[in-house]
């Protein structure tokens, strides 16, 4: 999720309430036969993931993130080794294809935040790492949040008929001609999209702190009071989640629908996210992460106005903040004003996993991946209580 990196002008509360309530083209036809002599059932099972902060797992160790655990699952029921490769991190833009390729971005952490490498250019790498691209056999990819920008995702000032024009821009044709290029790049692989969520939702905690961050948020006139801006903001959500759902799924299905007009099987799949109202942001039951930080705490970060820090309650902070330190060094002969900004852009960074999927909403997503893989016949047998597809 995006924007991190650009909002360290702003006062840091407010930048950080934009994070809490988030953060050439190959021929297209008929899929030719692999290129490789090995029969499908006896090669290593290759996995592709690509795309933002949510196929990256933010803020999860390897074992719990979604695509790791469909990849245990694949080994666990087919038999083969599978071989992984995630390109995807947080903050990618869906981009275009040719992107980047004059200035190619150097290989960071995943957990820090950059909008390059873009899809496009995951894609165009990944392409270069495959002998033979042919030979890849899933691949999980999502793409379009970082588009919309969070702030503006999450401002009060938006209305429901906004986000849905919104989604339909940015979710709509750009993934449609992504999903296009990635079913023609990696011609044997079935590839399943992924949904996302509703950040808040009626479920969502109302409470000092949160009504403090959804005000610093809002930029529009007239002023509207906390009731108000929580009620636009939870429809906001929703009608994301809606939007989102219906836009991803369109363009799903128009590309498998041109791939079936040319004699291909079925390829490409829509794996929608059930998420409820009680696994929002700050609910009762979130799958997502969220702050380390007693009451009392989140209040002297309202009343200092973000001097006093928070930590978040993922499983990567450590490992992330170290990375965030690296990524944002301090300049020759900087100045106050330049290490003020510095050190914003670094605190932000470190709180970066806040509104992404915990354990449990990993589990969910792995879990609506595997429904999609029982759809094309991949799972054999009624899997075990807790694993993909359940």
């Known amino acids: ?224 009071n906390d009731k108000q801006l929580r009620a636009r903001l939870i429809d906001i959500s929703r009608e994301w989640y809606l939007a989102t759902n219906q836009m991803l799924a369109k363009a799903t299905g128009n590309v498998d629908a041109e791939l079936a007009a040319k004699g291909s099987r079925q390829r490409a799949l829509f794996a929608e996210i059930a998420f409820q109202p009680e696994h929002s942001f700050a609910a009762p039951k979130s799958r997502l992460w969220g702050f380390d930080a007693s009451f009392l705490r989140k209040l002297l970060v309202v009343l200092t106005l973000g001097r006093v820090t928070l930590k978040t309650n993922d499983e990567q902070r450590n490992q992330r903040g170290t990375s965030c330190k690296e990524t944002f060094p301090p300049a020759p002969g900087e100045k106050k004003d330049q290490e003020r900004e510095r050190k914003n852009r670094i605190a932000l960074c470190r709180l970066a996993a806040i509104g992404h999927p915990n354990r449990e909403g990993a589990q969910m997503y792995a879990e609506a991946i595997g429904k999609q893989l029982r759809v094309l016949g991949w799972l054999k047998e009624a899997p075990a209580t807790g694993s993909p597809g359940k």
Request: a neutral charge; proline letters at 7%.
């Open 1 to 224: 999720m995006r924007q991190i990196l650009d909002s360290a002008q702003r006062p840091l509360l407010a930048a950080l309430a934009a994070i809490i309530l988030l953060s050439s083209l190959p021929g297209y036809g008929q899929s030719p036969q692999p290129v490789s002599s090995e029969k499908a059932d006896e090669r290593q099972f290759n996995l592709l993931v690509l795309g933002d902060s949510i196929p990256w797992g933010q803020g999860l160790k390897e074992e719990h993130k979604a695509w790791y655990q469909v990849k245990t699952w694949l080994e666990g029921s087919g038999g083969r080794q599978v071989r992984a490769r995630v390109e995807a991190h947080s903050g990618a833009v869906i981009g275009s294809p040719g992107d980047s390729g004059g200035n190619p971005v150097p290989p960071l952490d995943g957990e820090v935040n950059r909008a390059y490498p873009s899809v496009n250019h995951q894609i165009g790498n990944a392409l270069l790492s495959y002998a033979h691209p042919a030979e890849v056999d899933l691949v999980l990819v999502d793409g379009c949040i970082n588009d919309v920008d969070a702030r503006r995702l999450l401002n009060a000032v938006n209305t429901t008929d906004g986000i849905r024009e919104l989604a339909q821009e940015k979710c709509g044709p750009p993934v449609e001609a992504m999903l296009r290029r990635i079913a023609a790049s990696f011609t044997q692989a079935h590839v399943i999209i992924t949904g996302y969520y509703p950040i808040l939702s009626e479920k969502t905690a109302s409470d000092l702190f949160m009504r403090a961050m959804v005000k610093r948020l809002y930029s529009g006139t007239p002023p509207m």
